[in-house]
């Protein structure tokens, strides 16, 4: 069964940058999109940004302009690139796959704090 592993999650000051990054593994399907997710306290899940296998991207529009999402197909990861930090970006960040048949895999999250 695939598994998902996020990691990059971590403090950082507003204005500052990380790096998320979700390795796929135990990979026996092909995975087709694969996007960002992102869990405030008290609020939903919402979609911070996706890229299909083919690289075509989709963003959230709190982000534009300061996230940048990618993937490596050989080695089945994908990564988040977050510019411009800012306090509201505090966050549970979640890494989705999409699998075949309409099936997903998510990841276990990994934390993103922005002090301010």
């Known amino acids: 069964q695939v598994q998902l592993v996020e990691s990059g999650g971590d403090l950082v ?4 940058s ?3 990054s979700c390795a796929a ?3 026996s399907v092909s995975i087709n999109a694969m996007g960002w997710y992102r869990q405030a306290p008290g609020k939903q899940r919402e979609l911070v940004a996706a890229i299909t296998r083919s690289g075509s991207t989709n963003y959230a529009d709190s982000v534009k302009g ?3 999402i990618s993937r490596d197909n050989a080695k089945n990861t994908i990564y988040l690139q977050m510019n411009s930090l800012k306090p509201e970006d505090t966050a549970v960040y979640y890494c989705k796959a999409d699998l075949p048949l309409g099936l997903e895999k998510w990841g276990q999250g990994t934390q993103v704090t922005v002090s301010s």
């Open 13 to 16: 000051q507003a204005g500052g």
């Open 18 to 20: 990380l790096r998320l």
């Open 25 to 27: 593994s135990r990979i």
């Open 66 to 68: 300061r996230f940048t």
